[in-house]
């Protein structure tokens, strides 16, 4: 089922090679300057992966990988769908210390997704990871990785509204604001999470949902995540709101990973026991991996943002049917 959102009388601030430019400004800023608070390293990362390894993230559960035969030895590889674990991996590989860590450029396809003005088949992210310490492994410590996150956010879009001043004012607000999944429930209980994301970064302006993927009062997690990377009591979604959609708009999911408890935990609530003999597994449950930290933040979703675009198909260059290119072409959204 579609999901389009029309807008009325919406004229691009920037022009298709003006876009261009701006999404290379955009990503170059922010990555320089995440590395830098965080202290990370660029490393390459694997478009596929041997699925037996454990290594793919099968994000909510129900999402099959595209996976590709070699033919060399007829063994069947899966395109990443996000490098969650894989960057856990990797910084045992390369012997990363504590406060320091990785971040790369992911490509996956979701072949999946419901295409909308936030989805699309192909999604593209910096996925980062930082080793922490046992004494780091806590709320306090997420909520300070969070918030570097949000400076290195709002110095991005300051930096493309004083290149683009036809960008008009900034949006991001000063301060992130922290809430629970459960809170959230009790706020508005009679609202979807969906509903609840809205209503509640609508007045809060930049939103940090936390303890994504356990069971709430109802019965049903606020939404789906995996049960083998994040710890689901810290983790969450920095959500911001955007108006020129009039939604809670999602551009990072992060969270410290999980440890031997929480892993047989979560992994038992999902009922997901036969991946415990697979290789990444039996690393977390013989504390052979470090702790850390990490998340993906949609590069496509953060230029939309920014530049004010009212599709990812004006940042980034993707599949859409010919309806939907006619339609938003209509209301003068045209697609990459």
């Not at 910096?126 to 780091?136: A, F």
């Not at 850390?292 to 939309?304: D, L, P, T």
Request: hydrophobic share 35%; charged share 30%.
């Amino acid at each position: 089922m579609k999901n389009n959102i029309f807008v009325d009388n919406y004229t691009s601030c920037l022009s298709l090679k003006e876009t261009e430019v701006a999404i290379k400004l955009v990503k170059d800023t922010f990555e320089n300057l995440l590395a830098i608070k965080l202290n990370l390293t660029r490393v390459s990362a694997p478009l596929f992966v041997n699925p037996h390894t454990g290594l793919n993230d099968n994000l909510n559960g129900y999402e099959k990988a595209v996976s590709f035969i070699v033919q060399e030895d007829k063994k069947e590889l899966e395109v990443v769908q996000s490098l969650a674990k894989w960057k856990r991996n990797a910084l045992k590989k390369y012997g990363f210390d504590v406060d320091s860590g990785i971040y790369t450029d992911m490509n996956a396809i979701r072949p999946f997704e419901d295409l909308d003005n936030l989805h699309s088949l192909y999604v593209d992210q910096w996925d980062w990871e930082r080793v922490i310490s046992l004494e780091e492994r806590n709320e306090t410590f997420l909520k300070r990785i969070v918030k570097d996150i949000y400076e290195v956010l709002k110095d991005t879009e300051r930096k493309a509204h004083i290149t683009y001043p036809t960008l008009g004012k900034t949006s991001l607000p000063e301060d992130i604001t922290f809430v629970t999944s459960e809170e959230l429930e009790e706020l508005y209980p009679s609202l979807t999470p969906k509903e609840r994301e809205n209503t509640y970064c609508k007045e809060h302006g930049a939103v940090f949902l936390m303890h994504i993927g356990g069971k709430l009062k109802d019965g049903k997690p606020h939404d789906g995540r995996a049960a083998d990377y994040d710890d689901w009591n810290l983790n969450g979604d920095i959500l911001l709101w955007y108006e020129p959609l009039n939604i809670a708009y999602e551009v990072s999911s992060m969270g410290i990973r999980v440890n031997k408890d929480s892993l047989l935990y979560q992994i038992k609530e999902k009922g997901e026991e036969y991946k415990l003999d697979l290789p990444y597994h039996q690393d977390i449950i013989n504390e052979r991996l470090p702790l850390s930290i990490g998340g993906g933040i949609g590069q496509s979703r953060m230029c939309m943002f920014m530049l004010k675009k009212v599709h990812i198909g004006e940042v980034q260059a993707s599949y859409w049917d010919e309806e939907d290119i006619e339609a938003f072409a209509q209301k003068g959204v045209h697609l990459l």
